[in-house]
C-alpha cells in the first residue's frame, strides 16, 4: 500500500481561479515532506520543502501548508495560469536515510 | 548546465536486449537516487547510493537491474534482458544529504519492443 495518498487524481481549472491539492501520508518516522511539480515527460521540480515544525511555506504562488500532528498536507494554486498544468506530486522523506516516497500525483490542467 | 544530467533521453529497444542507462549528479552531491516511472504513476524508488556505496535495493530491482556508482560520482543503471514491462521513464536524482533538495534529471524514457 502507498504511504502517501494524494486527491483528486487530476482536476480541471479555469486560468485565474484557485485550486487546492491533498496529500494524506502514514511514512513513519517523518523527516519532512515535499511538493513537486512535473511538466509531461521530464523530471520533477521541488516547489517546497517542509519539516515537522514547519507549518506553510510559499514560492510564489504556491502555498503548501503541513499538519504534522493529521499527517495531512495542501498544496494551493493562486490565480493560476495556463503554466501551471502539470503533475503535482506529494513526497515524504522518512527519518532513516532521507528515503523518497512519492505519491501517484494530481494532474493540473489549467484551461483558457 | 550544472543540474543533473541523464543519457540518453530516449531508448528503444527489442526484448531481450540489454540497456545500459547513465546519470551524472550534481558535482558535489554525494547522495544519487534511481527511481522508475510509468505513465499516470508517481516515481518509484529503485536504489540509492551515499558516495559509491549502493545502501538500498528496492523489490522492484530484480536481479536483471544492476546499479553502479563506481568513484561516487556518476552511476550507470544496467537492465539485462529486457521485457516489455520495464518499459518506463527511469528518473535520477542526487542530493547534499538527508533533508536538502533532491534534484532530478530529466530522466531516460525506456520503450521495449
Known amino acids: 500500500k502507498n504511504q502517501v495518498e494524494q486527491s483528486p487524481q487530476s482536476l480541471i481549472i479555469l486560468e485565474g481561479k484557485n485550486c487546492t491539492l491533498q496529500c494524506n501520508y502514514t511514512v513513519s518516522p517523518f523527516s519532512n515532506l515535499r511538493w513537486y511539480k512535473q511538466d509531461t515527460g521530464r523530471g520533477p521540480v521541488s516547489l517546497t520543502i517542509m519539516t515537522f515544525s514547519e507549518n506553510t511555506k510559499s514560492n510564489g504562488r504556491y502555498t503548501a501548508t503541513l499538519d504534522a500532528d493529521t499527517k495531512q498536507s495542501s498544496l494551493h494554486i493562486t490565480a493560476s495560469q495556463l503554466s501551471d498544468s502539470a503533475s503535482y506530486i506529494c513526497?515524504?522523506?522518512?527519518?532513516?536515510?532521507?528515503?523518497?516516497?512519492f505519491g501517484a500525483g494530481t494532474q493540473v490542467v489549467v484551461t483558457p | 548546465d550544472t543540474g543533473v544530467s541523464q543519457n540518453p533521453r530516449h531508448k528503444i529497444t527489442k526484448r531481450g536486449q540489454n540497456v545500459t542507462f547513465r546519470c551524472d549528479p550534481i558535482?558535489?552531491?554525494?547522495?544519487l537516487y534511481w527511481y522508475r516511472q510509468t505513465l499516470g504513476q508517481g516515481p518509484e524508488f529503485l536504489t540509492y547510493?551515499?558516495?559509491?556505496?549502493?545502501?538500498?535495493k528496492s523489490r522492484l530491482l530484480s536481479d536483471r537491474f544492476s546499479a553502479e556508482r563506481p568513484k561516487g560520482s556518476f552511476s550507470t543503471l544496467e537492465i539485462q534482458r529486457t521485457e516489455q514491462g520495464d518499459s518506463a521513464m527511469y528518473l535520477c536524482?542526487?542530493?547534499?544529504?538527508?533533508?536538502?533538495?533532491?534534484?532530478f534529471g530529466q530522466g531516460t524514457r525506456l520503450t521495449v519492443v
Open positions: 536524482a542526487s542530493s547534499l544529504g538527508r533533508g536538502s533538495e533532491a534534484f
Open positions: 513526497v515524504v522523506s522518512d527519518d532513516s536515510w532521507g528515503k523518497l516516497q
Open positions: 547510493f551515499q558516495n559509491e556505496a549502493q545502501l538500498e
Open positions: 558535482s558535489e552531491h554525494n547522495r
